[in-house]
């Protein structure tokens, strides 16, 4: 495949000039100029005549890579004065110009141009667009709870009353002043608490969405039809880092360093789309059970659903995103996909002067600019088949992902004594 270069060349300058009172009449002078090539390209792949491929029906995308640098160096100019303690007569007086594309490696401060869970994440929206599309729904889970929903109202009510009850009991005991008490009111309060949450969080409120839910998906079936449609979901991820001072090259006024410090602002895009032909009519073998998701390769997923605990197990891990994605697909074709990731990288450099020699004293004036250097990288890839996501550990941005909620579940079934009969949060 034919490709351009676009490499970007940027300049390194650093000169300067120096006096010394122990050489009367002399003036030292140093400089060092170099460049630094950052290397990108694009490729050529084109299809002119793809118009007619569409309208044709079939497939016009190709695959496309691209990336390069652009921005400006840092800029500082500065003038020193040296001062000896033991003879203050000894002086140094020295100016210089500094010209820095970066005293380190651009591309070793990028780090994140991939993320797995971002891409899964993507993915997952594509395919919840397509089923919504479908109006499709496991009603399976909410079968099966809607047994427990008479005795989690009654539950509820109960722990309602007791809860006011204790919270009563509670306030009598902070009037009586008596820390022993408060302790004891306390801890019956928060065991109330933790109750009422429990029943709630995993037991009314996600079974009666689910009939809400069921209720929508009994009128979407009846009025069904196929449909053609494009559709696209993206992901993104921001992200920032900082990098502490390190020494640039040369000196050329004796005992002062220049330094450099970096500020790195990420951001990484992934969009996954394309063209689909949903088969939804009841002559396309598209039936209640399919609607509904009553059929065997659902049953993993509902399975997994139900099971005691996995809820915490998915705070962790992606095993029910994995297990929707693996057996429950959207029913129809594709007439093309595609796959968008965009990196970039944003890298601020911040010049300043040090002075390492104690013999005397320094004077050091520096006016600098920081340099801004901007990496950009696009991907795109043609893909033949809806992917599927693969079983993994969830990131620390995923895990912290609802934090406060997750935390309250956790710390309630940990104190609780009586644990909920139903373990399905209802979350993603």
């Known amino acids: 495949m034919p490709t351009q ?32 090539v950052a290397s990108g390209s694009r490729n050529l792949a084109s299809n ?17 890579t691209r990336y390069h640098w652009e921005g400006h160096e840092a800029t500082m100019s500065y003038t ?32 994140g141009k991939t993320d797995q869970g ?16 479908m109006n499709r729904g496991n009603q399976l889970v909410p079968l099966a709870e809607l047994r427990e929903m008479r005795g989690l109202v009654r539950s509820l ?18 009037k009586k002043v008596s820390p022993r008490h408060m302790d004891i009111a306390a801890k019956r309060l928060r065991s109330a608490g933790q109750e009422l949450w ?41 992200w920032s880092q900082g990098y502490g001072n390190s020494a640039i090259w040369n000196q050329v006024v004796p005992n002062v360093v220049p330094m450099s410090s970096y500020s790195v602002s990420c951001s990484l895009d992934y969009m996954i789309g394309g063209g689909f032909n949903l088969a939804l009519k009841s002559s ?35 095993i029910g995103q994995y297990l929707d994605d693996t057996f429950i697909l959207p029913s129809g074709s594709t007439k093309y996909l595609f796959m968008n990731r965009l990196f970039k990288a944003v890298i ?57 909620t997750k935390v309250l579940n956790l710390a309630a079934l940990l104190g609780s004594k009586h644990k909920p009969r139903l373990m399905h949060s209802g979350w993603d």
């Open 5 to 36: 270069s676009l490499n970007t060349t940027f300049n390194k300058q650093h000169f300067g000039a120096y006096t010394d009172t122990r050489n009367p009449g002399t003036t030292f002078r140093s400089s060092f100029a170099s460049s630094v």
């Open 48 to 64: 002119p005549r793809w118009r007619d491929t569409v309208q044709k029906g079939q497939d016009a995308t190709l695959p496309y």
């Open 80 to 111: 020193t004065r040296y001062v000896n303690n033991a003879d203050p007569r000894i002086r140094q007086d020295g100016s210089a110009v500094l010209v820095s594309p970066s005293a380190v490696s651009l591309p070793s401060l990028i780090a």
């Open 118 to 133: 971002l891409y899964d994440l993507a993915l997952t929206r594509l395919k919840r667009k397509l089923n919504g599309h």
């Open 157 to 174: 009510a109960e722990q309602s009353i007791r809860h006011l009850i204790v919270w009563a009991q509670f306030l009598g005991e902070v």
């Open 198 to 238: 429990l029943t709630w969080s995993f037991g009314i409120s996600p079974t009666v969405s689910s009939i809400q839910q069921a209720a929508k998906q009994i009128v979407a079936y009846l009025e069904r039809e196929d449909k053609t449609l494009t559709e696209r979901s993206g992901a993104r991820r921001v």
């Open 284 to 318: 396309n073998d598209y039936s209640a059970v399919d609607m509904f998701q009553f059929g065997l390769r659902d049953l993993p997923a509902v399975g997994w659903e139900l099971m005691p605990y996995s809820w915490a197990i998915d705070y962790f891990t992606n």
């Open 348 to 404: 601020t450099e911040t010049l300043s002067l040090k002075a390492n020699d104690t013999s005397g004293k320094y004077d050091l004036k520096p006016i600098s600019s920081p340099g801004v250097f901007t990496y950009t990288e696009f991907e795109r890839a043609k893909l033949g088949s809806l992917p599927r996501i693969g079983l993994r550990i969830k990131t620390a941005d995923e895990v912290a992902s609802h934090a406060v």
